[in-house]
C-alpha cells in the first residue's frame, strides 16, 4: 500500500469516546486505544498531540 494512513481517530460525539486505530506492517489496522470521557486520546505519530475526551465534547 503506497499511500497507506498509518494512523487513523473516529470521534463518537453521542458515546464520547475517541477510537484511535494503527497500520501495522502486514497492511492492517489494529485498535490502538479507546479513550473516553475524562482519558486522553494520543497520537503514535505526533507524539506531543493528544486530546482530553472532556474537553472535547464540551464545546
Do not use: C, R
Not at 481517530?9 to 501495522?24: D, E, F, M, T
Not at 506492517?25 to 486520546?41: L, P, S
Not at 498531540?49 to 464545546?59: A, D, E, P, Q, R
Amino acid at each position: 500500500m503506497k499511500y497507506g494512513v498509518q494512523e487513523y481517530w473516529i470521534v463518537h460525539p453521542l458515546l464520547k469516546s475517541i477510537q484511535v486505530y494503527v497500520l501495522q506492517t502486514d497492511q492492517t489496522y489494529v485498535q490502538q486505544h479507546i479513550a473516553k470521557e475524562n482519558e486522553i486520546a494520543s497520537s503514535t505519530l505526533f507524539h506531543d498531540f493528544s486530546v482530553v475526551v472532556t474537553k472535547l465534547f464540551s464545546i
